[in-house]
């Protein structure tokens, strides 16, 4: 596509409930990256891909967070048993080479309640 | 991994330059330094990067000094949609993710 795309672009979930959020990169970015962003802080990097394969998982703030990418392609950040503190804005990044400069998508806004 | 150090805000008049200095004194050789901002309520958008030469686009130039442990953005002819937080980032164009700090926080005044 021409740029990434995210989505949901709002999601309001309950206490206790799992969510699933998509990103689909530029086409034949091979590099995608999830970071998160809470109400007036700075970006927090989540975890890498290169290809399927993640070398560097280590943002995940818990257990609870996994991602996925299958096909070189759409990525899945879960989040399973929400909190109110994963309330925040997740976004997502590629590239076509892991040296290279990032292009964001418009990011989910996730409300825990 | 706080490798940069920006003043956390910034003001410019519309239509002036904005001149947005970035220290990096640690910085390795082969890193590039690399700019972003983020307008508000949006993804951070990539403007521009380089390794010891001094580079320009169509958004912005950048400026890095001889013994690269400082740079400057500089916005030619600054206007309102400019107003954004700006990060100035060092990584190796070998490595992973960007690590983004604080930034400076840019407001173009009419």
């Known amino acids: 596509g021409a740029g990434v795309s995210q989505s949901p672009s709002n999601k309001v979930t309950e206490k206790g409930k799992d969510v699933e959020l998509r990103c689909d990169p530029i086409?034949?970015?091979?590099?995608l990256y999830w970071y998160r962003q809470s109400l007036g802080q700075g970006l927090e990097f989540l975890i890498y891909f290169q290809g399927n394969s993640a070398p560097d998982k280590s943002g995940l703030p818990s257990d609870r967070f996994s991602a996925e990418r299958t096909g070189g392609s759409v990525s899945t950040l879960t989040i399973q048993r929400t909190q109110q503190e994963d309330s925040a804005v997740y976004l997502c990044?590629?590239?076509?080479?892991?040296?290279?400069?990032?292009?964001f998508g418009s990011g989910t806004r996730l409300t825990v309640v | 991994d706080a490798k940069t150090t920006q003043p956390t805000s910034m003001d410019c008049a519309e239509g002036r330059a904005a001149n947005l200095p970035c220290n990096h004194s640690?910085?390795?050789?082969?890193?590039?330094v690399y700019w972003y901002r983020q307008i508000h309520s949006q993804g951070p958008q990539y403007i521009i990067h380089g390794l010891k030469n001094n580079e320009t686009n169509e958004m912005a130039s950048l400026i890095i000094t001889e013994d690269r442990k400082s740079s400057t953005l500089i916005l030619p002819h600054a206007t309102l949609r400019d107003t954004a937080v700006y990060y100035c980032i060092v990584r190796a164009n070998t490595g992973n993710q960007f690590y983004f700090g604080t930034g400076t926080s840019l407001t173009v005044i009419p």
């Open positions: 990044a590629s590239s076509s080479a892991a040296g290279d400069g990032y292009t």
């Open positions: 086409s034949g970015h091979t590099a």
């Open positions: 640690t910085i390795s050789g082969n890193e590039y």
